[in-house]
């Protein structure tokens, strides 16, 4: 189970980061959705390296291929299998890591689980596995589009010590698109590229927090106990790297307040989610992000990111799109419609 | 799936709040395990209503009754049934409830996913429901400590504003329960007594963090993709009710640091788990809880909580056994040995 | 997982034989159904030991009890708890197997894998386990017939070398029940019951086939790869005690005709199953029966079973009804609708 | 879930018959198993059409290749994703069955089910999907032989009517490969093989069982309720394509057998398995699989084939070694060892 997500809508992830490819296998997905390869192409570009001045300088094409599932332009409701082939991988690069632990990597937890790992890079746990989650998440968002009527928007919220200002109700893709920090708050924006450069000509590097939104959620998805949404979705985001923390609605900052000032009508609690079940209003959930772990000494020509933030964007999203695809399916099964 | 949690060590929960019974189903269990019901009674005893003047005054016994799979004190590796008898529903209190959705309670969410709720309370997202998480992470924990070598100690670590100064490396459980507020700050644990008493007194509420440290925790456990060991412990941790927040290792707070200030070996950037995978360090969590939701002008004679976070202790300390203790038997089952 | 069978319509069984109690806890039962006690009283009736001449002389009351997921007359789509308490356990009859392993039972398998059994009986490899099953097929019988319009007839096709002659197509419950071997050929029930009767004077057995009708079953149901619905329905019948072979339409009578033979129209293949999905005929399935291990000899005052036929077909029927409700609400998640 | 089979050991296949690739992601396995990927060409091999005269002359090199899970010769613990491309699929020899539904073909339940299908060729439904179950089963048997002792042998026991005679104690692979029936009784096979031969000059096809035993099986694996071992065979059985009947032990024929009779210490019962669980003796099932649907007249230039027995052997040995070695790391994750 270890590689696969989700009940009805599942998905299943393969490859390492220095193998021959890497991508997802997609299973229970509704037949009869029309899917082109461009679309999924489309986020991929939003999560690739390389994309702009303040992301790492690893260079992938990152090409998708659908190699089942899809037939003159609609889905099947089998296995759709995408793959992307390695292109760039430079393993010589890594060389000098043959015996060398990382810091704040899972070298050394990696090898004390299996035994054995693939020392060219980070293998499974390398972030070039999200490669798959969001080919599968393109799926997932068009799903949720077209047959539940729910959109889907993340952004960054948070870069280091600088916070943006950002309405979750309003906020749309173009905003978060028009600026290489994907911060819809267009001050803020500058300050965060600045910041980022900064780190990356000292060869350090920062976290923050994505927010991510969902709109237009049917009421009654997500389920009372342990399945529930928010449980489903906190999951979901600590399964990404470097993912540290979860908040949904009022979060940490919520348990500082009393009950009578959480639960005032002017205070909305937000969330979208009671006991589990979605409620109809706008789902928004937190994901904390450390600063990422190979710094300049250590990573030789390694071609990190100084920041992750801004490519985990699309990354949360698909995240967000795969539970909420999957819930839909099963409440429909369980109810007969949504 | 929605009521099932673990994979090769996995329970069900079953029963609703103001119903006959409440219980859980265990699955999975190693055979030969010495288990007696007062051992389960004992969880459940940190974890009942009307244990302390700080808690709800709902007084139920909570009388656990093992059903199957235990034979001569001996778990039988086949399902253990343990179920509770309500026996103060006082399901009258409730009656005026029948028409109303009390706000930040899953009424709503519940009547639309369902069309159909049990109106004399929360049903299956009522904290009565915890009983049987607590009563299967006593033998989860049973499991860890004579199979695994791990010991879990939670506490709360912060209510309404007041933070308390814990070393989760050393801290006992003989320190969590001297006082009434499960906090070992002993100083703290005078002024956050103090501000539930202020809050019930003026029918308020208060939410808070508890903080959960995993020791002796084998190298190896959690999977690298979505199986990560945080990702299956955030999933645990919000599947409780009330909880809006999780963080592992430098969780939020991490995010304002550089990498380099993050990595430094004089600040540990902590967690015990790297890449999904546990190092051999202690894992220390948090969950944040919301100021429960009743309050006094509509809760009538309800009997909730001013303050969950002392109740709260035992059933973070049992989710986290819970998740521990099935990833010890999956690795179990993958390596041979542990 | 070895507990719980089914994915959306998913259940748990649990209790020993000679425990205190047996039960189901039925998840992902859809809201809003109307359920009574009584119903699965009376299929659990069917079951029943002590029920007619020909069957097992223990006797018991097997009286069903609820204890969650059913409020005011209706299912809450919250897990439905079924208990049954055992009462005629009679633990004393069994001390003399102690330290035997009878011929043909799991006694020494159960032992070689957990290292632990409860020797007063045949623990969860009893016949006992199975009046979980039925009560849950109860319940996922009305789920077909009310949302899917399928009904389910079973009945005992051949006992020993005694074949029935019956039309799966018009065969009705008031046939199968009009007689005590649950045969609706009156003319081979009479000789069957004689055979019976014979096979208890010698303290012998004797096996047999139940042959089970899904009649109405929607097109589209199964998956078509290892979900296939004849997969399921294979796992679903195997699973039962004492059962060595299960078939569908031709079966391994058809793998003695040629193709020519198989597909010609005036010879149907049946089974109402191509390529593991529904084709809206009537599906047929077939489970063979070992005689019962337990003969006179050895089995002192055990009181077993000469024939355990008459009581599979409510057995049969419910695993049919188990697998084809799960298929129903799996087919409605990932479609919209049946 | 439609498209994974296995709980710790666990595979997903993907690909259409005539879509671009067609494989499989092994998921569990067990790291530092060595691994190449000749081991697995030596099984699809053995399941190819066009390898004999006596097979499909559809010729295809179905040449695998390992893209994720392997690493200088060993299995990394990772997700393995090997896959095939399709090379002689000749798409237009099926133009003309664009509009035609091919009798006992799933071309009608697809539709049903999806309302779209690849009317290319039989898609998910095809017996190509069947080598992602072959190449999952040869790392299934390496882990068996290496870890656990256990080796599988299938072969063919009847085609039409003509039964050979096999001693599953000691046949070996060699015998079975000896010949191109894969039977090892040779007289018998020389006869099988003129059958076939005889069927495909006549445009017709025949059916027939393939038995497989399993041999050092340990003690203690399967589990004895649901995923009883027979069980979950049934399932992956009846999971292949034209299979229509499952057999364990005594099957079908002990049901003519008093008990008195089938406990007789001078006839086995077999099978291996009692209660669920394995008792150390040889494990032996038996597959019933239809004549082949296509006959001359509606399959054009489709190329299928008179006889697929030969070719299933491989298959029905993957499917046992798949469920073998998910129950033996199911058993060790409980138990701690097997």
Chains 1, 2, 3, 4 share one sequence.
């Not at 028009?178 to 708050?185: F, G, L």
């Not at 803020?188 to 450069?197: D, G, H, L, P």
């Not at 079940?277 to 789902?283: F, K, L, V």
């Not at 020509?301 to 695809?325: K, Q, T, Y």
Request: charged share 25%; aromatic share 6%.
């Amino acid at each position: 189970m270890a590689n696969t997500f989700g009940h009805l809508f599942r998905i299943t992830t393969w490859g390492e980061s220095h193998g021959d490819a890497i991508g997802v296998a997609v299973d229970g997905c509704p037949p009869r959705l029309p899917l082109e390869v461009e679309e999924i192409q489309k986020e991929l570009d939003r999560r690739r390296p390389g994309q702009s001045e303040i992301s790492t300088q690893r260079r992938e094409g990152d090409r998708a291929e659908i190699l089942s599932g899809v037939f003159e332009g609609e889905t099947l409701g089998t296995p759709i299998l995408i793959g992307v082939w390695n292109s760039d991988a430079r393993s010589k690069d890594y060389d000098h890591m043959r015996r060398v632990y990382r810091p704040s990597h899972a070298d050394y937890s990696y090898d004390a689980k299996y035994g054995i790992r693939n020392w060219k890079g980070g293998g499974r746990a390398s972030a070039r596995e999200t490669i798959g989650r969001v080919a599968a998440g393109a799926i997932a968002k068009k799903i949720l589009a077209r047959e539940f009527g729910v959109e889907i928007v993340g952004y960054v919220k948070q870069v280091w010590k600088l916070h943006a200002d950002v309405d979750p109700s309003t906020v749309t893709q173009e905003d978060v698109e028009s600026n290489i920090a994907r911060c819809p708050d267009q001050d803020m924006a500058v300050q965060i590229i600045e910041r980022i450069k900064e780190a990356r000509k000292d060869g350090d590097s920062l976290g923050g927090v994505v927010e991510c939104v969902a709109r237009g959620v049917p009421v009654g998805l997500g389920e009372p106990v342990f399945d529930k949404l928010e449980a489903d979705l906190a999951k979901a985001v600590l399964s990404m790297p470097a993912c540290k923390g979860f908040e949904v609605g009022s979060g940490f900052g919520g348990t500082t307040q009393t009950g009578s000032q959480h639960n005032d009508p002017f205070y909305s609690e937000g969330g979208g989610i009671q006991g589990g079940i979605s409620n109809g209003e706008d789902i928004i959930i937190r994901a904390a992000f450390k600063p990422t772990a190979t710094i300049m000494q250590l990573r030789g020509r390694g071609r990190h990111d100084p920041c992750v933030l801004p490519r985990a964007v699309p990354i949360v999203e698909s995240m967000m799109a795969l539970v909420l695809a999957d819930h839909a399916l099963r409440q429909r099964g369980q109810r007969g419609s949504v």
